[in-house]
């Protein structure tokens, strides 16, 4: 696969996509979307591929979107006269996030993530598609959009994998989850020290890559429409709706810039104290 920041390799019916940016500590352009998105068409077209496993390389699995817009612009939202606009806008975060992240969870074939360092915002993106997470001891999980004026990223399932409790406090205070906290709350299926979390992601996705790739399957649709029968899907798609009336105000008042940019320093002097 030809691209400049993910890696695709395939061993004994394993695809590993692995996510190699930590210079930016692996924070997503529209370039890295694309690139993961090819490498999740790939494993998916491999009739051989049996398990997914989504890594990244570096101190932290992902420090969520760039918000220094770095890399090629026309792949990301279209302008009108150098600005951004509500419709617009709508229509990239559609098309290059809320379906990506859908498009990964509804994958035929099991994938696990591997966790380590911070997972921030649209790095929850990365991970909560695929079906089971494990964590380095070392990660924490947030989401402090709240401090750029909006309700939480584009792929809201904090409900779901937070439970609406303690959805509400991480999102009302831009504060953090430990490793552990996550799987209590049962979002991380295991937590393990961190230099065990690629021996122990290889090791689980290899025990899933033995099973009977068709009853893996089915067992994956069944789970995946039993969520969706109680509203998940639903809810996926009405609250990135609200996610854009935050978008929508941001616009109206600076353009869409000069406030996320604030937000960007002030959140990043709160995660650094």
């Known amino acids: 696969m030809d691209a400049e920041f993910v890696r695709y390799e395939t061993n004994d019916g394993v695809a590993v996509i692995?996510?190699?940016r930590p210079q930016a500590a692996n924070a997503q352009t529209p370039q890295v979307l694309r690139e993961l998105d090819d490498a999740w068409s790939e494993s998916d077209k491999d009739r051989e591929?049996?398990?997914?496993?989504?890594?990244?390389?570096?101190?932290?699995?992902?420090?969520?979107?760039?918000?220094?817009?770095?890399?090629?612009?026309?792949?990301g939202?279209?302008?009108?006269?150098?600005?951004?606009?509500?419709?617009t806008y709508y229509d990239w975060e559609?098309?290059?996030?809320?379906?990506?992240?859908k498009r990964w969870r509804d994958l035929v074939k099991?994938?696990?993530?591997?966790?380590?360092g911070k997972c921030i915002a649209a790095g929850l993106m990365l991970?909560?598609?695929?079906?089971?997470?494990?964590?380095?001891?070392?990660?924490?999980?947030?989401?402090?959009?709240?401090?750029?004026?909006?309700?939480?990223?584009e792929f809201f399932a904090h409900p779901w994998e937070f439970g609406p409790r303690r959805a509400k406090q991480l999102l009302f205070t831009a504060s953090?989850?430990?490793?552990?906290?996550?799987?209590?709350?049962?979002?991380?299926?295991?937590?393990?020290?961190?230099g065990q979390l690629e021996s122990r992601t290889a090791e689980l996705a290899t025990s899933i890559a033995a099973m009977d790739p068709w009853a893996v399957r089915l067992a994956k649709r069944a789970i995946n429409g039993a969520v969706d029968a109680m509203g998940f899907s639903n809810s996926i798609a009405a609250n990135f709706d609200i996610h854009h009336?935050?978008?929508?105000?941001?616009?109206?008042?600076?353009?869409?810039?000069?406030s996320v940019m604030a937000d960007l320093a002030a959140m990043k002097a709160r995660n650094n104290s």
């Open 18 to 20: 692995t996510l190699d």
């Open 245 to 258: 009336l935050g978008h929508a105000r941001a616009i109206a008042h600076t353009g869409g810039q000069t």
């Open 49 to 75: 591929v049996r398990v997914v496993v989504l890594r990244t390389v570096g101190k932290h699995f992902s420090a969520g979107h760039d918000m220094q817009g770095g890399g090629d612009r026309a792949l």
């Open 94 to 101: 559609e098309r290059g996030y809320l379906h990506y992240a």
């Open 127 to 153: 991970c909560w598609p695929c079906d089971l997470i494990i964590a380095a001891d070392n990660a924490q999980f947030s989401d402090p959009v709240g401090l750029m004026g909006m309700p939480g990223i």
């Open 77 to 87: 939202p279209q302008r009108v006269d150098g600005a951004l606009t509500v419709d």
């Open 176 to 194: 953090a989850l430990s490793a552990e906290q996550a799987r209590e709350c049962g979002m991380v299926n295991e937590v393990v020290p961190l």
């Open 110 to 116: 099991p994938s696990i993530a591997a966790v380590q």
